[in-house]
């Protein structure tokens, strides 16, 4: 496997931007299937709510992407013969950083409050916004989309779980790594192949760890049924759109608009769960949809 070095991940960032097409409507097409994953994810966590005190964060994780992986290994039926070394070890890459990504930040869930724990998360897409980026605006955007986050924070870090805050940021490191390889994989695979590949080891790499946290409760059909209906919103639907995304929208306007996470977040509690939007909240979801709108709109004008 190749390790992620600094001019591999600028190379990363310019393997989506090969294929975008010239004019501003094809450019906001993959902005699309961003926002559509995003709402999915979000969807699919308060479906996950339900499903968390049967069988734990870890058995929640294992069982989405179990499920995940299936679906996607049959309706895809991607070719393992004639793969290089490197398709591989991509796909390997690939599938570490998911499992990571999700079983890092339930573990922080369960250790510290989630707005907290999401604010934690993104600063790794953000980092490597900052990083991949190329011009002063996109680090400008960022920034605001940072302070956007931190408002939804819900009033700072100080007395959270050391534990907690380690593994938000872990989950947040995880993110970044697979926004990079979810684009390789795209580059290197037909239509959701590696992706496919990718979610099998992300799927076997958490299965012993879900198992020792759930044991048989991840047998009982309705908790399956959960489990598929997680596994499709949360996994499935956005992962597939955000790698097609990938192919066409480069890696540091991916990066903040990810930033939209929490936003959705708030307005899927307020929408789904009933909870009211202070004006804090108000101001932070303002905060990262103006980020995330300019660092779409400096793409698409070139400045």
């Not at 680090?139 to 050391?162: E, H």
Request: charged share 10%; aromatic share 6%.
């Amino acid at each position: 496997m190749d390790p992620i070095a600094p001019a591999d991940a600028a190379q990363a960032v310019s393997v989506a931007p090969a294929a975008t097409a010239t004019t501003p409507r094809a450019r906001f097409g993959p902005v699309g299937l961003v926002l559509a994953g995003g709402i999915s994810v979000q969807f699919g966590a308060a479906v996950a709510v339900w499903l968390m005190p049967r069988v734990g964060a870890l058995g929640v994780v294992s069982l989405r992407l179990l499920v995940a992986a299936a679906v996607l290994l049959v309706v895809c039926r991607p070719k393992v013969r004639g793969l290089s070394r490197g398709d591989w070890g991509t796909v390997l890459v690939f599938g570490v950083a998911m499992a990571g990504m999700n079983g890092l930040f339930y573990q922080a869930a369960d250790r510290i409050p989630l707005g907290a724990a999401v604010t934690l998360e993104v600063l790794g897409p953000l980092a490597l916004s900052v990083f991949a980026a190329r011009r002063l605006a996109s680090v400008v955007w960022a920034g605001i989309a940072l302070c956007g986050v931190a408002l939804l924070s819900g009033g700072g870090f100080g007395g959270l779980d050391p534990a907690g805050v380690a593994f938000a940021l872990g989950a947040g490191a995880m993110w970044a790594a697979y926004i990079v390889f979810s684009a390789r994989t795209g580059a290197r695979f037909p239509r959701a192949d590696g992706l496919a590949l990718a979610m099998g080891v992300a799927a076997v790499l958490m299965l012993p760890l879900g198992i020792a946290d759930a044991g048989a409760k991840l047998l009982v059909p309705s908790t399956i049924a959960l489990g598929a209906a997680v596994a499709v919103m949360s996994s499935v639907l956005p992962y597939t759109l955000e790698m097609l995304a990938l192919r066409r929208l480069p890696n540091a306007v991916f990066a903040v608009l990810m930033s939209l996470e929490p936003a959705i977040a708030a307005l899927a509690g307020f929408l789904v769960l009933h909870q009211a939007l202070s004006a804090v909240d108000a101001l932070a979801i303002s905060l990262v949809i103006v980020a995330s709108m300019g660092a779409v709109r400096s793409q698409v004008s070139g400045k």
